[in-house]
């Protein structure tokens, strides 16, 4: 038997769970298929270590899908400041000078997949297939049509692949993909500070590379602290005060020393970019389309936008046979933004890996430069915040709210 949907979803991460619920909300029969379903042994005591910074014009996407805030709410922390160091320059970033009430949320990634999860489960026009995986796919004809690794078969006008940064479906598809290997790990760990965070997302270029204390909501903070692969997986293994006495000597954030730090997870920093976004009836989002640095937290911010933008460019195609051109438009849209965001951050790493510390003062001068320039400062925070003319009109209607 073959199963007929309009849209087959590979992936349900945030950003392929938010397209399909985006587009089942247009009217269409969508079919999701993912490797795993969220964990069911999470919420855990403590924070998973994969939190991320969320902004509000991704907050707004989520919340047009009815997942935000969700029903863990009270484990996301808002972030109403935002300060970064280089050298002796840094830049400090206020909400309520720009209108906003917060700058962000710190959020963690399970919450986020469980909250859509729950959207879609009782969603009457969204099948899901979890566990499974694609087997075999075509997607020569006007249709895509695939085989799940269980048995099921699938023919799909739109097939999107939502599958992550090694996106199966992508190699699948023979779409190519340009990479730079950083020969870094971030390093991620909640730690216990001096004085609790009050909302502060904090960052600092240090000699090894950024470290970030980003606000968690029992006043703690969660470290992003991105350096060479070596000194990484070093840091991950030594012993507890070993580490302290290791980021105590390259932090100085307000929140005072680091007293404690809980378990450390070290993950591989490799920036990719798919030569094509669209090829046929398939269309790629989230990590399948790109993967980004996590110096700026911009991952999932572009993979939220890139599903709103997906749904914005289908909104006036009634029968998906006629994609076309919107995904023509699709694929411009969020190339460019890749290019700009994926490529402003990667200048950003190399320039402060300039030899001598070089780098780093040049960037600290350069926050100098825009801490003095509130209209500098104010088109920096509409893009971060997802609310600039490139966005789409889904995030933008956080900053008319
Ligand atoms: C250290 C670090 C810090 C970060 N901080 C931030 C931040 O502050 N802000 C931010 O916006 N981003 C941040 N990011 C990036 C962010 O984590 C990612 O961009 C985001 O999680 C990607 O979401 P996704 O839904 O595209 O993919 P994923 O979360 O990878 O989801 C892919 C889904 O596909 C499924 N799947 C995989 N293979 C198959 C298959 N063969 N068949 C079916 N299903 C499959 C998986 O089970 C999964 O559900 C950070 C990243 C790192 C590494």
Redesign the pocket.
Known sequence: MRIDVDVLV????????TAALLLAEQGRQVAL????APASDWPGEDYDP??????PG?AAILEAVGAWPGPWADRMAAYGRMQVHAGRGSIEFKADQHGLQALGWIAE?PAL?ATLWQRIESNPRIQLFCP???GEVELDGPRARARLESGPRLSAELLIA????????RRLAGIEVDEWHYNQH?L?APVRTERPNDGLAWQRFTDFGPLAL?PLADGRSSI?W?QASERTLAQVKMPAEEFLFEINACQDSPMGEVLEVGARHA?P?VRRRARRLVQGPLVL????AR??H?LA???????LADAAALAECLTPVESLADRGRALDHYQRWRRSASELIGGGIHAINETVRLPAGLGKHLLGAGFMLGQGLWPARELFVERACGFDRDSPALARRARAA
């Not at 590979?10 to 769970?17: L, N, S």
Request: charged share 15%; hydrophobic share 45%.
């Open positions: 590979v992936g349900g991460g945030v950003a392929g769970a298929v993912d490797a795993q994969r939190v991320i910074a969320l902004s991704s990634i997949r499974d995986r694609l939502s599958d992550g940064a090694r996106s199966p479906l971030a991620i980003l992003v991105s993950l920093l989002l989230g990590d399948a993967s980004v996590p937290g911009q991952g999932l911010n572009l993979g």
